[in-house]
């Protein structure tokens, strides 16, 4: 960067001109990576300077051991998406998951209880009361009406 003239006048406004960057340079511990990154207006003439410094971060620093290990399996043999239980919706909320439909099925064996079960199961599905689940972008997609199946057995 000492090479670049606009360099020299970078920051020339503030408390941290180019100085303090320098410093920060011959202060910084090894482990540290850093760059800067030039703007250039329309005609291709440098108008600001921008530090950034990168790290390497293990992201997988603080979850569960075995969550960790499941992860790093996955990221070595190339997985791409990641899919988990229907529980815990907040985390997923925020980190912009999209909802999977699930089918539950349930059958008694007796035809009256059946039918009865028909009618009084959807009111006691817990998901469909849940606050965070109505956030996700693709909720509505959960409720569409329910594809007709053939039957595979006759009763």
Known sequence: MQRCPCWQVAFTNERKDHRYYELVEDTLHPE???????????????CAVQPVFLLDLDLLVGVSPRFGVVVRWAIANGYESFRSSALNYDPKLHLRHLLDPLDLYVRHTS???????????????????????????????????????PRLYSS
């Open 111 to 149: 035809a009256p209880i059946n039918a009865l079960l028909k009618h009084i199961l959807p009111a006691l599905e817990p998901t469909r009361y849940d606050e965070t689940l109505a956030k996700f972008r693709n909720y509505q997609e959960l409720w569409a009406p329910p594809r007709r199946l």
């Open 32 to 46: 540290f990576d850093y760059r800067y990154f030039v703007i250039k207006d329309a005609a291709g003439q440098a």
